[in-house]
């Protein structure tokens, strides 16, 4: 078995592969300032707890946007699961082809999920990712598979944390859709402004990307925690696939390793 590991800005996903299989996959809140040592014991704990054995886990792999995780992770998986895993860095093999200006700017996360996209659903079109995370990013992969750019927005979690903290009186609420648009109370006034405000920001950007591609025959994709929320209020997205970033990372690991090690 194999574990993938995506260390976001607010969470840290898991995921446990047995081949193919995914056997269990779970998050974890991130956070600087737990030591090796206590991931380590969470990561055994939340395993054990869910019926895989520590000792079957023997490769991994992890990407990261918080540096400062780095060493806590490989360090972890070293004395815990005594393998030492690979992280998707400069060097690591990934066949994107990339048009950026700067590619090592390029946020691991994003470069995953553009993998993964081409590999599950490449299909001759272009192809544009949306991933609600911390923050929202668009990728933009052209019909011949290359990454050509994209948008990075405010997250849904963010911009309500913002709300709130600015405000002397505002509540801090449930990301969900209210019922109306036109909303009779405090609660449902914040909800209708984040979900209906971030449907219309997708709405617009997929609809300026399709514009500048000169073509309306794309495959939209939408992944992260919030994808099912605003997808619900929107006609753009054509796939919610929540485990993009984790099946990535699996491809890469299979890709990368030199042990065979599934």
Same mark, same amino acid.
């Given at each position: 078995?194999i574990?993938?590991?995506d260390?976001?800005?607010t969470?840290?996903k898991?995921?446990?592969?047995e081949?193919?299989a995914?056997k269990?996959? &779970?998050r974890?809140?991130t956070?600087?300032?737990k030591?090796?040592d206590?991931y380590?014991?969470?990561?055994?704990?939340?395993l054990?707890?869910s @019926?895989v054995s520590? %000792?079957? *886990?023997?490769?991994g792999?992890?990407?990261s946007?918080?540096?400062s995780?780095d060493?806590?992770? !490989?360090?972890?998986l070293? *004395?815990?699961f005594?393998?030492?895993?690979?992280?998707l860095a400069?060097?690591?093999?990934t066949?994107?082809?990339? /048009?950026?200006?700067n +590619?090592r700017?390029v946020? %691991?996360? /994003?470069?995953? $999920? $553009?993998?993964? %996209?081409?590999?599950?659903y490449g299909?001759?079109k272009p192809?544009?990712i949306v991933d609600?995370?911390t923050?929202t990013? &668009? $990728?933009?992969?052209? +019909?011949?598979g290359?990454?050509?750019g994209? *948008?990075i %927005?405010?997250?849904?979690? @963010?911009?309500?944390?913002?709300?709130?903290?600015?405000?002397?009186?505002?509540? /801090? *609420?449930?990301? !969900?859709?209210?019922?109306?648009?036109? +909303?009779? $109370?405090?609660?449902?006034?914040?909800?209708?402004?984040i979900?209906f405000? &971030?449907? @219309?920001l997708? !709405?617009?950007i997929? #609809?300026?990307?399709? #514009?500048?591609? #000169?073509?309306?025959d794309?495959?939209?994709?939408a992944?992260? @925690? &919030?994808?099912e929320?605003?997808a /619900?209020e929107?006609?753009?997205?054509?796939?919610?696939?929540?485990?993009l970033?984790?099946?990535?990372l699996?491809?890469?690991?299979?890709?990368n390793s030199t042990?065979?090690?599934k």
């Amino acid at each position: 078995m194999i574990i993938c590991i995506d260390i976001g800005n607010t969470n840290i996903k898991y995921a446990v592969y047995e081949g193919d299989a995914l056997k269990v996959s &779970f998050r974890v809140a991130t956070d600087l300032k737990k030591t090796s040592d206590e991931y380590g014991a969470q990561l055994v704990e939340m395993l054990s707890i869910s @019926g895989v054995s520590p %000792a079957a *886990v023997k490769g991994g792999i992890f990407s990261s946007v918080v540096p400062s995780l780095d060493y806590t992770i !490989e360090h972890m998986l070293l *004395v815990y699961f005594k393998f030492t895993p690979l992280q998707l860095a400069p060097g690591l093999k990934t066949g994107l082809k990339m /048009r950026a200006d700067n +590619a090592r700017e390029v946020g %691991a996360d /994003r470069i995953v $999920n $553009n993998v993964c %996209a081409l590999k599950k659903y490449g299909c001759g079109k272009p192809i544009i990712i949306v991933d609600f995370g911390t923050a929202t990013t &668009f $990728n933009v992969l052209s +019909a011949e598979g290359e990454f050509i750019g994209g *948008v990075i %927005a405010p997250g849904l979690r @963010g911009s309500l944390d913002s709300l709130v903290s600015g405000t002397a009186k505002l509540p /801090r *609420v449930e990301i !969900e859709a209210p019922k109306s648009v036109i +909303a009779t $109370n405090t609660v449902t006034n914040m909800q209708a402004g984040i979900v209906f405000g &971030f449907a @219309g920001l997708v !709405e617009y950007i997929v #609809k300026k990307i399709k #514009k500048e591609l #000169k073509s309306d025959d794309v495959l939209t994709v939408a992944t992260g @925690g &919030f994808s099912e929320t605003i997808a /619900r209020e929107t006609k753009c997205i054509d796939v919610i696939d929540k485990t993009l970033t984790l099946e990535g990372l699996k491809y890469l690991y299979d890709l990368n390793s030199t042990e065979g090690e599934k």
